[in-house]
């Protein structure tokens, strides 16, 4: 099983970047479609950026597009978001994890057995 630590969180003011990094175990790391969640409070977790295995092609979620771009180093196992231009609703705890819906499918993901601790993300206004 994948083994997920996710870093790079803060408080940042609005309009503010920040550059979040996801580092994972396990050999078939590049063989998988990987994916940014977050989830606000009182929310249920969302996808708001997927990538595939060897990064050639990436989906936004219509409230990130043009202000996230998520990137992956396999060699390194690490999946990066880079958030610019945050505002005050992407207040939340990022996680990455695989993605197994379809590429240009945004709805509710199915059940997972295991995330990451998550990294805890505050824009102020």
């Known amino acids: 099983q994948v083994q997920l630590v996710e870093s790079g969180g803060g408080l940042v003011q609005a309009g503010g970047s920040l550059r979040l990094s996801c580092a994972a175990s396990?050999?078939?790391?590049?063989?998988?479609?990987m994916g940014w969640f977050r989830q606000a409070p009182g929310k249920g977790r969302e996808l708001v950026a997927r990538i595939t295995s060897a990064g050639g092609s990436t989906n936004y979620r219509d409230a990130v597009k043009g202000r996230f771009t998520i990137s992956r180093d396999n060699a390194k196992n690490t999946v990066y978001l880079q958030m610019n231009s945050l505002k005050p609703e992407d207040t939340a705890v990022y996680y990455c994890?695989?993605?197994?819906?379809?590429?240009?499918?945004?709805?509710?993901?199915?059940?997972?057995?295991?995330w990451g601790q998550g990294t805890q993300v505050t824009v102020s206004s």
């Open positions: 994890n695989r993605d197994f819906l379809p590429f240009t499918e945004w709805g509710t993901p199915p059940p997972y057995n295991y």
């Open positions: 396990g050999r078939h790391f590049s063989s998988y479609v």
